[in-house]
């Protein structure tokens, strides 16, 4: 038998172009709006019902995580500032749209009378028509990443801590109180944690370059 032609698909960008469009057209948006603040933002779901990790236990016996058997959730809204380490945070019962517009007129609240920059992803309720016109209202210009990209959102990398730290193998007493200690743990963390752990602070740091060299505080 004959075997078939190899075809070559064309897999899209690539990362280091994505990249680069991204640098590219926030640098535009900075002229444009020299007093613009970057962010960068993401969500999360909190349950009730514990995610389990590894942990330490004596030897010989087994770990117990005494749950209730039940379970609710909350969302978690988040966004740093990647240059300055400030973080908004916020929680809501659902993650829909009137959610994720709730979220933006937080931010416009917390930096009044500035122009904002905000990096997130593609989701839903982000490229929604009622979230994009509110957005415009409020003076809150979205950068949206390539799908399927999260690595370059540092806002999603600072969950992967307070999961860890907060809620892992514990079952609060009510949802509530987890999403309480979860902003709580986020907002204590000095800046330069934040940073740290977010990942802005590492060398490879897809916005470092733009944020020193470019990026002038104001």
Not at 50 to 57: I, K, Q, V
Not at 73 to 101: C, H, S, Y
Not at 147 to 168: F, G, I
Request: net charge positive; with cysteine.
């Amino acid at each position: 038998m004959e075997a078939a032609a190899v075809r070559v698909c064309d897999g899209g960008a690539s990362p280091g172009a994505e990249k680069g469009g991204l640098v590219r057209r926030l640098k535009r948006l900075k002229r444009q709006w020299p007093r613009a603040v970057l962010l960068v933002m993401d969500s999360t779901l909190l349950r009730w019902f514990p995610p389990l990790r590894a942990m330490w236990t004596p030897v010989g016996e087994q770990a117990l995580v005494k749950i209730t058997g039940e379970n609710a959730k909350r969302t978690l809204w988040g966004a740093i500032n990647p240059r300055t380490g400030r973080r908004v945070v916020m929680a809501t019962r659902r993650g829909r749209q009137e959610d994720f517009m709730a979220f933006l007129r937080a931010l416009r609240a917390a930096y009044p009378g500035r122009s904002l920059l905000l990096v997130l992803d593609r989701a839903s309720c982000h490229t929604a028509q009622k979230s994009q016109r509110l957005a415009a209202r409020l003076g809150i210009h979205l950068v949206l990443l390539p799908k399927q990209r999260s690595e370059l959102n540092c806002m999603d990398h600072l969950w992967r801590p307070l999961k860890q730290h907060v809620s892992a193998n514990r079952q609060y007493p009510t949802v509530e109180q987890h999403v309480d200690a979860a902003i709580e743990w986020v907002l204590a963390l000095s800046p330069q944690d934040a940073l740290r752990k977010a990942g802005c602070l590492a060398e490879g740091f897809w916005l470092r370059d733009l944020l020193e060299n470019f990026w002038r505080p104001t």
